[in-house]
């Protein structure tokens, strides 16, 4: 059976992303559907929106949109209702409920999420963190990181300490290998900022297999073999128990849903920041 074909147009007077994740998570729920997205960012002017809209309904398909800056939405709107495509205006209901509650009107900025304010700075500054503790280059930064990560080879902790930067997160990261020297600065931090990453033995080998594959190389080595990964895991979960942090299982996750799960419970918002 051929995959049903879905057409969405993504309009914006900023990049779009939020529509944009939007759609992909909605599209994701439908294994079966071939998802055409196409995204139309900086649209500051209405003439550009109708040729869009032309073009969205020859492919049958819909229109999400995004737009902040004042009257964009609503002549998308109209454009849409007079040529029958079927529309989401994502913003303009949020900001008019916004609006309302805090007797306020709208900057009408567009993509003032993305100014470059102190969170933004800090963002910046989190990535470079990242970048340069990765791996467990300079065992000082475990002290100075508001999160520490360990795991054995494969359980993600490069892109998880990426993406928790990205939420302005400063985060170190520490491969385990058995027999390899931790740094004492492990044993100086507190246990609640440190994370153990583990993963299902089966997994891990399919994970490393893969990507000695992907290499070009032979994948049946010590590697990926399952009585060393294995031994590596009872190292890395001995570790965890003796530091007594939290051990999380990346088996089957995302990185989103790791990096939602570590957040939660270490009582942080989405910008890193705690909870009140």
């Not at 995959?3 to 729920?29: F, H, M, N, P, W």
């Not at 869009?52 to 964009?72: A, N, S, W, Y």
């Not at 570790?239 to 009582?267: D, P």
């Amino acid at each position: 059976m051929a995959a049903t074909k879905i057409s969405v147009s993504i309009l914006s007077d900023s990049v779009g992303e939020t529509a944009l994740r939007l759609a992909q998570a909605a599209l994701a729920q439908y294994p079966d559907v071939e998802p055409r997205i196409e995204r139309f960012p900086f649209i500051t002017k209405v003439e550009k929106i109708r040729p869009i809209v032309e073009q969205t309904k020859k492919h049958g398909g819909f229109i999400m949109h995004t737009f902040g800056t004042p009257g964009l939405a609503d002549q998308t709107n109209q454009i849409c209702t007079e040529l029958g495509v079927d529309y989401f205006d994502l913003m303009t209901p949020i900001m008019n409920e916004v609006g309302h509650l805090a007797n306020q009107k709208p900057s009408g900025e567009a993509g003032a999420i993305h100014h470059l304010n102190t969170k933004y700075f800090d963002r910046i500054s989190a990535m470079e963190f990242a970048v340069m503790y990765d791996d467990g280059k300079d065992p000082k930064g475990f002290l100075e990181a508001d999160i520490v990560l360990l795991g054995v080879s494969r359980t993600s902790k490069t892109p998880l300490s990426l993406f928790l930067a990205n939420q302005n997160v400063k985060v170190a990261n520490l491969p385990l290998v058995p027999q390899a020297h931790i740094p004492e600065e492990i044993f100086q931090i507190d246990p609640k900022k440190i994370v153990g990453l583990t993963n299902d033995p089966e997994i891990l080998n399919n994970i490393r297999r893969e990507r000695m594959i992907a290499y070009g190389l032979n994948p049946d080595t010590t590697y990926s073999d399952m009585d060393e990964i294995n031994k590596e895991l009872k190292y890395a979960n001995d570790l965890y128990q003796k530091l007594g942090c939290m051990v999380i299982n990346v088996a089957n996750r995302s990185i989103e849903e790791t990096a939602t799960v570590i957040l939660e419970k270490m009582g942080l918002d989405y910008y890193g920041t705690p909870k009140n």
